[in-house]
C-alpha cells in the first residue's frame, strides 16, 4: 500500500488550497478504514479534486475502481475537464458512461435492443462456427482423398452439421432482426477503438461521433471496454436503479465492495433515490394485458384476466370517485395526483380491489398471472429472434401482474405511498397507480452498505445527522468547509421586507416593496444580477414589474438552460428573472462579471402536497419524537434553507472573484428571528454563514451595495447615485 500522500501526485495544479490538502489527507484515511464521507464545501472551493485525487491513488494502490457521479449536467462536463487534466499529471483510464437512450445509433427501445444484441449475437456465433466447421469440412476432404475412409464418414457428418447451421443463419439474416453496427463490434478489429478511447477522457458525444462514422455501435463498444479501468463518470441512475446498478457493476468488472463512489450534488441525492424507487401501472397497460389475455388459450388465461380485469375495475373507480363538480372536465394531460392514502387502514384503491375481485383468492390468481406473463415474454422474445415479427413485443401481463403482486404487499409497509393519478389522452381521462417511495434510505442504505466507501460532496449537505438519517448512513466521516475566500470580498444582506407568505404574494404593498429591492439590488450591481423566486410563476410576475435599465431575461419552464444561460453572460448589464426550483440555482457557474450580485426573493418552500405530507409523516414516524417536528424539518425546512444556499453560491467562486448575495425576506434576519419565532429559517443556516448575514432595511441596501463594489473598485463607468 502506498504512502499516506502519494495522492498529491494526481493533484494536477501547482498547489491546492489548503483545505483542500487537508480534506485529501482525511478522505485517504477514510477509504482505508472503509468509512464514508459526508463532505459540504463552499461553491467553487474545489471539492471534486479534494474528493477524486485521494479516491484515484486509493482505487489504484488497492484495486478499486472509482466512479464519479451526479444528476447536474453541467456538473459532468466539469468532472471530465478535471479528469483530463488528472490524465496529463498520471495517467488513468477514464471512461464517461451516458444511458443507451441518448447513444443509439437506430433509435430502439432497452427490450428490443436486447434482443437485437442477442439475435445478433447468436448470428455471429453460428458464423464463427460455420467457419470453424468449414476448414474443418477442407481437412476431411484432403484426408478423405488421401484414403482416409474414416474421415470421409467424417466429413458426412460435419456437412450435415454445416447445413443446420447455414440453415439457422439464414433465418435469422432473413428475419432482419440483427443489428448491423453491433454485428460490426463483433466482427471486426477493436483495437483501434480502443487505443483512442484511452488516450484521451472521450465524451459520450465524441464516441457516438467516432463509431457512427465506423458503422459501429459506440454503447456497446464502451460496455465491452469499461472493465478495470480507474475511473467511471455517469449519472446518477447507474447506481440508484438497482436494475442497472448490477449490470454497471458488471461491465466494470468489479464487485460492489471493490468500488468507490463519489457523489456530487450530494443533497439531491434523497429525490432521485424516489425516483428510482417509484413504480407506476397505467390503466392503458391493464387494458393491454386483457386485450393480450383475450386472445391466449390457456387454462391460466381466465384467472389472470380475473386478478387484472378487478385490479383494472378498481383503479377507474376509485378515481371517478374522486371527482367533485367539474373536477373530470378540468383535467388536463399533465398527470394529476388523486389522494387514496388512508391513515388508518388500506389505501382506497386497495379497498376497492378486495371488494371487486371475485375468485379462488387474488395471490393464488396472481401467481397463475405471473406463470402465465413470463412464458408470454419468452415466447415474444424467441419469436423476434427467429425472424417471425419484426419488433420485440413487451408482455403487459407480466407487467401489471408483478405489480399488483408489488402493491398489495408493499402498500402497507412504513415509507410507501399509495396514489392514484389522472390525466387527459387522446381516448378521455385515462388513469394510472403508483407507489411512492418517501424513504430514501430504503434506496440508499443497501448501496452504501455494499460499497467499499462512498463520498458524498456538495456546498450544503448540513445538517450531518439529518443527511446521515435521511440517507442510512452508519457512522460517516464528516467535514465541513465553509467560504474559503476572503470575507471582505462578499456580502451577504438580509432585507426585512415582509414575509412573503403565499397569503401576502398579491398584496400591492408587499409586490412594491419586494419589486423595489430588486431593481435597487440590479441598479446597484456593476454587472449581471441573478434574481431567484419561489416558482416560475413569482420570477415571470416581477420581470413584468421590471423597469430598469438593465436587460432583464426570464427563465421559464421548458427552456434550456444552457442556452438562456450563454445569453445571459454573454450581456454586460442583465438581471436573469428565475426559480430556485429551476436548473439555474445549483450546478451552473456564474464566475467573475457571470453575474456579480444574486437576490434570493422570498423562502422557497415546496408546494405542500399529499406527497410532501405523507414524506413528513414517514420522516416523522422513522426520526421523529412524536411531535410532528422531525416530518416538517427533514422534508420540508432544511431541503428549502438549502435551495436557498446553493442558489447564494452562484456568485463568488474564487479569490479574486467579489459579489454580493440578497436575501429579500424577514424571515432571513437574525433581528426579526424572536418576533417571527417558528416562521423565521435564519437559525437554519450553518452558524457561520448567519454570523455574515447584514440585516438591512429595504431602503438602504441600495446605500450598503453601492458602498461595497465602491470599495472593491468595480464601477468602471460613473457609479449610479441613490
Request: with cysteine.
Amino acid at each position: 500500500m502506498s504512502t499516506s500522500d502519494d495522492h498529491r501526485r494526481y493533484f494536477p495544479y501547482e498547489e491546492p488550497y489548503d483545505h483542500q490538502v487537508d480534506a485529501m489527507g482525511r478522505i485517504r484515511e477514510a477509504l482505508v478504514e472503509e468509512r464514508d464521507v459526508l463532505f459540504e464545501g463552499g461553491c467553487g472551493t474545489g471539492k471534486t479534486l479534494a474528493s477524486l485525487v485521494p479516491a484515484l491513488e486509493y482505487g489504484r494502490a488497492a484495486g478499486k475502481t472509482v466512479v464519479i457521479t451526479t444528476n447536474v449536467h453541467q456538473q459532468m462536463r466539469q468532472f471530465i475537464e478535471e479528469a483530463r487534466a488528472i490524465a496529463e499529471a498520471e495517467p488513468i483510464r477514464a471512461v464517461v458512461f451516458r444511458g443507451k437512450a441518448s447513444m443509439c445509433h437506430i433509435d430502439v427501445g432497452y427490450e428490443e435492443c436486447q434482443a437485437l444484441r442477442d439475435t445478433t449475437r447468436e448470428l455471429v456465433d453460428k458464423e464463427r462456427d460455420i467457419a470453424e466447421l468449414e476448414q474443418r469440412e477442407d481437412e476431411l476432404l484432403e484426408a478423405s482423398k488421401a484414403g482416409n475412409g474414416e474421415a470421409a464418414g467424417a466429413r458426412g457428418t460435419v456437412l450435415e452439421e454445416l447445413e443446420d447451421l447455414e440453415a439457422g443463419a439464414e433465418a435469422i439474416r432473413e428475419g432482419e432482426n440483427v443489428c448491423e453496427r453491433y454485428y460490426n463490434n463483433l466482427t471486426a478489429d477493436t483495437d483501434a477503438f480502443y487505443g483512442w478511447l484511452y488516450e484521451d477522457v472521450r465524451t459520450p458525444d465524441e464516441i457516438y461521433e467516432y463509431a457512427h462514422e465506423r458503422d459501429r455501435c459506440g454503447y456497446e463498444l464502451l460496455k465491452e471496454g469499461m472493465e478495470g479501468v480507474d475511473l467511471v463518470i455517469c449519472n446518477y441512475h447507474h447506481l440508484l436503479d438497482p436494475m442497472i446498478r448490477e449490470q454497471f457493476f458488471r461491465w466494470i468488472g468489479r464487485d460492489p465492495e471493490d468500488v468507490v463512489v463519489i457523489f456530487d450534488e450530494a443533497h439531491n441525492i434523497a429525490d432521485a433515490a424516489r425516483d428510482h424507487a417509484t413504480r407506476t401501472l397505467a390503466e392503458r397497460t391493464l387494458d393491454g394485458a386483457l386485450d393480450e389475455l383475450e386472445g391466449v388459450e390457456d387454462a391460466r388465461a381466465a384467472a389472470a384476466a380475473n386478478v387484472v380485469g378487478a385490479f383494472r375495475d378498481a383503479l377507474v373507480e376509485t378515481y371517478e370517485g374522486s371527482f367533485g363538480f367539474g373536477e373530470r372536465e378540468a383535467v388536463d394531460e399533465e398527470w394529476t395526483d388523486v389522494a387514496i392514502d388512508n391513515e388508518t387502514g388500506r389505501d382506497d384503491l386497495s379497498v376497492a380491489f378486495l371488494r371487486t375481485y371475485t375468485g379462488q383468492g387474488f395471490a393464488a390468481d396472481l401467481e397463475e398471472a405471473l406463470a402465465l406473463g413470463e412464458e408470454l415474454d419468452r415466447r415474444y422474445e424467441r419469436a423476434y429472434k427467429e425472424g417471425e415479427t419484426t419488433s420485440r413485443k413487451e408482455c403487459p401481463t407480466l407487467t401489471a401482474a408483478g405489480f399488483i403482486e408489488r402493491w398489495m404487499e408493499s402498500g402497507v409497509e412504513a415509507g410507501q405511498y399509495p396514489v392514484a393519478g389522472v390525466r387527459r389522452s387522446e381516448t378521455g381521462v385515462v388513469g394510472r397507480a403508483e407507489l411512492y417511495t418517501c424513504l430514501p434510505r430504503q434506496v440508499t442504505e443497501p448501496l452504501f452498505e455494499e460499497l467499499h466507501g462512498t463520498i458524498l460532496m456538495s456546498a450544503t449537505l448540513r445538517p450531518f445527522d439529518v443527511t446521515e438519517d435521511v440517507l442510512g448512513l452508519e457512522d460517516p466521516l464528516t467535514m465541513a468547509y465553509g467560504e474559503q475566500f476572503p470575507e471582505s470580498r462578499r456580502r451577504t444582506y438580509a432585507v426585512e421586507t415582509p414575509a412573503l407568505f403565499a397569503s401576502q404574494r398579491d398584496d400591492p404593498d408587499v409586490q412594491r416593496s419586494v419589486g423595489d429591492v430588486v431593481e435597487d439590488a440590479v441598479r446597484f450591481t456593476p454587472g449581471n444580477t441573478l434574481a431567484f423566486f419561489p416558482s416560475y410563476a413569482e420570477a415571470e410576475r416581477y420581470y413584468h414589474r421590471f423597469s430598469g435599465e438593465s436587460t432583464p431575461f426570464l427563465d421559464e419552464p421548458g427552456t434550456r438552460a444552457e442556452d438562456l444561460r450563454q445569453e445571459f453572460v454573454a450581456a454586460e448589464d442583465a438581471v436573469l428573472f428565475t426559480s430556485l426550483w429551476g436548473t439555474l440555482a445549483e450546478g451552473v457557474s456564474f464566475d467573475d462579471d457571470d453575474a456579480r450580485s444574486v437576490v434570493v426573493v422570498g423562502v422557497p418552500y415546496p408546494h405542500l402536497d399529499d406527497r410532501i405530507e405523507a414524506v413528513q409523516r414517514a420522516y416523522e414516524g422513522a426520526f421523529g419524537d412524536g411531535e410532528g417536528d422531525a416530518g416538517w424539518r427533514y422534508a420540508v425546512e432544511i431541503p428549502t434553507v438549502r435551495k436557498t444556499r446553493q442558489a447564494l453560491g452562484r456568485v463568488v467562486r474564487a479569490p479574486e472573484d467579489f459579489g454580493v448575495r440578497v436575501l429579500v425576506d424577514e424571515r432571513y434576519t437574525g433581528s426579526k428571528r424572536a418576533e417571527l419565532g417558528e416562521y423565521s429559517v435564519y437559525p437554519s443556516f450553518p452558524p457561520e454563514e448567519r454570523s455574515e448575514h447584514i440585516d438591512v432595511a429595504p431602503e438602504k441596501l441600495k446605500f450598503a451595495m453601492l458602498n461595497f463594489y465602491g470599495d472593491m473598485d468595480a464601477w468602471n463607468e460613473e457609479q449610479p447615485s441613490p
